[in-house]
């Protein structure tokens, strides 16, 4: 079975300041990892994926985050938030099964400021 | 390309009501999934259809849950009888499945049962 941790439930920032926000799985198998956010209202959008290759994923809105292996981990990086930032974000993760089922953490909601 | 469609977007009842939601895939898309997502957690997979056939429903409480997708295209949610804690945001989402990992949300369905 896996499993997601989001530690931090709400991270607050202020508006130009780095951010970030960690997640931690656990799998006896391979895994697929994800970073989604939630917009208020709205449907999840995903940012970021890593499947294999280099660790280091880059994704859209200036956002990236690293996958390692051994502390299991893949936290999501932003070097300078802005306002527009302020929402939900989820990370998940897929076993390498064919079905692409997901395991999403908790969340950690986002709250820049001005 | 228009994205995943749910409907309706918002949704009051009295415990013990019966209440559908729909969901339309992003055209061509062959694996459609529906989530529970209640407040302050992670959506929770119920339900995986590859076509019109179920893949997983070992988390879909079927005293009271059912879904189907007919014609392998959009699909039907609904819960009877509902109850409190069925109070959440259902979302859908929808890839090509085989070897697509990245899953296309639906702005989901808020649920609140009274």
């Known amino acids: 079975a896996q499993s997601v941790t989001q530690l931090d439930s709400q991270v607050p920032v202020f508006e130009e300041a780095p951010v970030e926000l960690r997640c931690n799985y656990s799998s006896s198998v391979s895994v697929y990892l994800f970073w989604y956010v939630q917009y208020p209202n709205k449907g999840l959008q995903l940012l970021l994926k890593?499947?294999?290759?280099?660790?280091l994923v880059k994704g859209i809105n200036g956002f990236e985050a690293e996958f390692n292996k051994s502390q299991t981990s893949f936290h999501l990086r932003k070097p300078s938030v802005h306002i527009s930032d302020t929402a939900e974000y989820f990370c998940?993760?897929?076993?390498?099964?064919?079905?692409?089922?997901?395991?999403f953490g908790t969340g950690t909601r986002l709250k820049v400021l001005a | 390309e228009a994205g995943v469609a749910q409907s309706p977007r918002y949704k009051i009842i009295e415990k013990r009501q019966s209440v559908a939601f729909w969901c339309n895939p992003i055209?061509?898309?062959?694996?459609l999934y529906w989530y529970q997502q209640i407040l302050g957690q992670g959506p929770k997979l119920l339900i995986q259809?590859?076509?019109?056939?179920?893949?997983?429903d070992s988390q879909l409480p079927k005293d009271r849950f059912s879904a189907e997708r007919l014609k392998g295209v959009d699909s039907t949610l609904k819960i009877q009888p509902a109850k409190l804690e069925d109070s959440a945001v259902y979302l859908c989402a929808s890839n090509n499945g085989g070897a697509e990992e990245t899953q296309y949300f639906g702005p989901g369905t808020r649920l609140l049962v009274l």
């Open positions: 890593y499947l294999s290759g280099s660790t």
């Open positions: 259809f590859q076509n019109n056939g179920v893949v997983d």
């Open positions: 998940a993760v897929s076993p390498f099964s064919g079905t692409y089922k997901y395991i």
């Open positions: 055209s061509g898309h062959a694996t």
